[in-house]
């Protein structure tokens, strides 16, 4: 069975702390892994896209890995802001499929001043 | 931002009504998706669409309708709306899948069925 799954389901941290996201999946046959960012009451916005020949790509201060081996990825973000407290989404999609598109269930992480 | 707008942005209505929720892009992406987001569940697929007239059915299709008659437009419909309807729904672009492209999302239509 296709499936994403994240961890921890929330965390709270102070602002200027770094934090690591995990995500770990049973998408078979793998084609990428995408890391969203979603405000309360918005769409997702993309942070990262990791095919399986990449293992890191950063975007400012997220920082994404992929473990294609061991089907595990990580976001990790660096010196956190109050502007990061957000649901952070994984999401992995099937090789050459439209509808194969897994999402997790999502981490909710709170920044605390 | 793909340009990505979808009206009503809230709707309530009654159980048996119908409902049509809009989706409408201006990047000419081919591919545009419905998702519906619940409590506890990551967004799940209601349909796609590959091109113009050109739809499928995702995981959670039933009871859902789609069409598809400009690039630009993906209408999703609801022929009879049911309590356990009520969510939140997204719409998505993606220009491609092989290679690989962003999905870009649209703000959401909070949906309520009475």
């Known amino acids: 069975k296709n499936q994403v799954e994240q961890s921890p389901q929330s965390l709270i941290i102070l602002e200027g702390k770094n934090c690591t996201l995990q995500c770990n999946y049973t998408v078979s046959p793998f084609s990428n892994l995408r890391w969203y960012k979603q405000d309360t009451g918005r769409g997702p916005v993309s942070l990262t896209i990791m095919t399986f020949s990449e293992n890191t790509k950063s975007n400012g201060r997220y920082t994404a890995t992929l473990d294609a081996d061991t089907k595990q990825s990580s976001l990790h973000i660096t010196a956190s802001q109050l502007s990061d407290s957000a649901s952070y989404i994984c999401?992995?999609?099937?090789?050459?499929?439209?509808?194969?598109?897994?999402f997790g269930s999502g981490t909710r992480l709170s920044i605390r001043p | 931002d793909a340009g990505i707008t979808q009206s009503p942005r809230h709707k309530v209505t009654e159980t048996g009504t119908p409902v049509t929720l809009r989706c409408h892009q201006t990047?000419?992406?081919?591919?545009m998706y419905w998702y519906r987001q619940d409590p506890g569940h990551g967004l799940r697929l209601i349909h796609y669409?590959?091109?113009?007239?050109?739809?499928d059915k995702g995981e959670v299709s039933d009871g859902y309708s789609v069409s598809r008659s400009k690039t630009e437009d993906f209408l999703l419909t609801l022929e009879s709306a049911t309590s356990s309807q009520t969510s939140v729904y997204f719409c998505?672009?993606?220009?491609?899948?092989?290679?690989?492209?962003?999905?870009?999302f649209g703000p959401g239509t909070r949906l309520t069925v009475l």
């Open positions: 669409s590959y091109g113009v007239k050109d739809t």
């Open positions: 999401v992995v999609s099937a090789y050459s499929s439209a509808s194969k598109i897994i």
């Open positions: 998505a672009t993606q220009q491609a899948i092989a290679p690989p492209e962003l999905q870009y």
């Open positions: 990047e000419n992406h081919r591919y």
